[in-house]
Nanobody
Framework: VDLVEAGGGSVQAGGSLTLSCKAS???????MGWFRQAPGKEREGIVG????????YYSDSVTGRFTHSQDNAKNTIFLQMTSLKLEDSAMYYC?????????????????????WGQGTQVTVSS
């Protein structure tokens, strides 16, 4: 699966951005996720999605501010990010995994995903 992210950019704190991730290959993987990594920090899983149901699982750091949506016909997922904070600045990656089942509390774990996009940079300034 090839994944292509888009929508990153620079925004002031409190602002909003919407990222997209288009998956090639015809259908969604069973699970897709959003991860981010800031310089000098570990990669952080922020949203894990069971694509068939469309149900997302959010990390505590983004709950209430970030919202998942998906367009099945276009094999594209979206991440609407609002109330952005300085600490949201990072490279954001889309990932796909085809395991039959990933427990809900493991859907933010990178090792369950085997295809990754090239990333899109999000920079939040004061």
């Amino acid at each position: 699966v090839d994944l292509v992210e888009a929508g990153g950019g620079s925004v002031q704190a409190g602002g909003s951005l919407t990222l997209s991730c288009k998956a090639s290959g015809g259908t969604f993987a069973n699970y897709m996720g959003w991860f981010r990594q800031a310089p000098g920090k570990e990669r952080e899983g922020i949203v894990g999605i069971h694509t068939r149901s469309g149900i997302p699982y959010y990390s505590d750091s983004v709950t209430g501010r970030f919202t998942h949506s998906q367009d099945n016909a276009k094999n594209t997922i979206f991440l609407q990010m609002t109330s952005l904070k300085l600490e949201d600045s990072a490279m954001y990656y889309c990932a796909a995994g085809d395991m039959a089942f990933i427990p809900r509390d493991q859907r933010l774990t990178a090792r369950f995903y085997d295809s990754w996009g090239q990333g899109t940079q999000v920079t939040v300034s004061s």
